[in-house]
């Protein structure tokens, strides 16, 4: 069964600053890995994945993820935050099966962003 | 907007009631997702269909909760006799099949039971 730990519930950082957010994964075999946001009272927004290729991924917002499979970590970036990235951030990991199988992703428990001005 | 669409957006019922939301799909989607997310938490997969046929369903789907999904296109996910533990956020997806792992979202309905 595959898994996904987002260490960090909480992460702070100046408007301005690099920010990173950590994400481990864990799935048998080379895995699809994704990064969502959600606002309040809106639904999941897709930021970007990895599929295949290059290791680092360029996604929407300026957000970026560098898939490290020997630490078996995808965690997204972005080299200067604003204020509006404040969200909560979660990673998902889907395992590559068969086609016409479901694809269902597995999430992990989320870590919410504040962007300080 | 060709989004995903899920009504309603809140549902309040009292325990032991049945509910029933709905989920419109991203038209050319034939795929389609049910997870439920509760505080705290990352959404759950509970069911998947590809079409109309409903090809897979988590552990976590009792035997209270059956989704369908007639034409292929919207899906209804129905709750009988509602617990208290199944206040949460139902969330609907959808992907198509040429890109089967990018899904897509909907709003979410949150369901509180009393």
């Known amino acids: 069964a595959q898994s996904v730990a987002q260490p960090e519930d909480q992460v702070n950082v100046a408007e301005g600053n690099p920010l990173t957010v950590k994400c481990t994964y864990s799935?048998?075999?080379?895995?699809?890995l994704f990064w969502y946001v959600q606002y309040p009272n809106r639904g999941l927004q897709f930021l970007l994945k990895?599929?295949?290729?290059?290791?680092l991924v360029k996604g929407s917002y300026g957000f970026e993820a560098e898939f490290n499979k020997s630490q078996t970590s995808f965690h997204l970036k972005k080299p200067s935050a604003l204020v509006s990235d404040s969200a909560l951030y979660f990673c998902?990991?889907?395992?590559?099966?068969?086609?016409?199988?479901?694809?269902?992703?597995?999430f992990g428990s989320g870590t919410q962003l504040t962007v300080l001005p | 907007d060709t989004g995903v669409s899920q009504d309603p957006r809140h549902k309040i019922t009292k325990r032991g009631q049945n509910v029933t939301f709905r989920c419109d799909p991203i038209?050319?989607?034939?795929?389609l997702y049910w997870y439920r997310q509760t505080l705290g938490q990352g959404p759950e997969f509970l069911t998947y269909?590809?079409?109309?046929?409903?090809?897979?369903k988590s552990r976590l789907l009792s035997d209270r909760f059956s989704a369908e999904r007639p034409k292929g296109s919207f899906s209804t996910l129905e709750i009988q006799r509602t617990e208290q533990g199944d206040s949460a956020m139902y969330l609907c997806a959808s992907s198509s099949q040429g890109k089967p792992y990018e899904q897509y979202f909907g709003p979410g309905t949150r369901l509180t039971v009393t």
């Open positions: 990895y599929i295949t290729g290059d290791n």
């Open positions: 998902a990991v889907s395992p590559r099966i068969s086609s016409g199988s479901a694809r269902q992703l597995t």
């Open positions: 038209s050319e989607h034939n795929r």
């Open positions: 269909f590809q079409n109309e046929a409903q090809l897979e």
């Open positions: 799935v048998s075999g080379n895995p699809y």
